[in-house]
């Protein structure tokens, strides 16, 4: 159950906020996945004003941060049509307003095309602090186990 709640204005107050051991905190991005947790008492910290929601291309290569939502990139032209496809077949319209794409990799199942279509694509998600990028194929395998980082904040994929 959510105890208390923080709104960071920058990625920076966000990591202290999460880093800080003596709270509980947890990252908040579209909610569908921690709103669910019914377990202990925690905190959130919620990242829609990080700036972790931008969308881009970088030569071959197309940027997402984690906090993007899935209705995001469905609109956005430079994301390859398979993986429009697979959010579409994967998420009802109502949550693709509502989940972030670093919170469907978070929570999704091997049955999940749109993470299937992304493992194939090579993404590397990138952690904070220390910037550790590791690619989707190496995480999922061992993401039940201590992440890389505190916080997911982009994935990068071929175009």
């Given at each position: ?122 993404t590397t998600l990138t952690w904070v602090p220390g910037q550790a990028r590791v690619r989707l194929g190496n995480w999922l395998p061992v ?17």
């Amino acid at each position: 159950m959510i105890k208390t709640y923080f709104r960071p204005k920058t990625l920076d107050e966000a990591l202290n906020l999460l880093t800080d051991t003596t709270k509980h905190l947890k990252p908040l991005g579209g909610g569908t996945r921690i709103s669910r947790e019914q377990a202990g008492e925690f905190g959130v910290v919620d990242l829609q004003d990080t700036g972790l929601d931008n969308v881009a291309s970088r030569g071959q290569r197309l940027a997402a941060g984690a906090a993007v939502r899935l209705e995001i990139l469905l609109d956005h032209p430079d994301v390859h049509p398979e993986i429009k496809r697979a959010i579409r077949i994967d998420v009802s319209e109502n949550l693709r307003n509502m989940a972030t794409l670093g919170g469907w990799l978070m929570s999704s199942d091997g049955r999940s095309i749109l993470s299937t279509v992304l493992l194939a694509l090579d993404t590397t998600l990138t952690w904070v602090p220390g910037q550790a990028r590791v690619r989707l194929g190496n995480w999922l395998p061992v993401r039940a186990e201590e992440p890389p980082g505190v916080l997911m904040t982009e994935l990068e994929w071929w175009l």
